[in-house]
């Protein structure tokens, strides 16, 4: 299962990229843990500098941008396949 966090304060972009993971994940029909991080210590501590952050399975996707519809759907799906591809070597 992917782990999706979106780092922000809870602005209209920080709301519109958890949004968006939402969206993606239900139109991909996958399952992911959607976890919106407002605390300004944890952001910092995973390496967000600006906000929005995206970080899919502990890697920082984008920073203080909104990724397009596309974008964010190619990054989960590159995430999925690494995933299914390290359940294959276990």
Known sequence: MLNIKVAGPGCPNCQ????MCMAAVK???IEAKIEKVTDIKEMS?????FTPGLIINGKIKSSGKLPTKSTLVHWIMNELAEEEENNKKI
Not at 16 to 19: A, G
Not at 45 to 49: D, T
């Open 16 to 19: 519109k990229l958890e949004e």
């Open 45 to 49: 501590s995973l390496g967000v500098a």
């Open 27 to 29: 139109e991909l029909d």
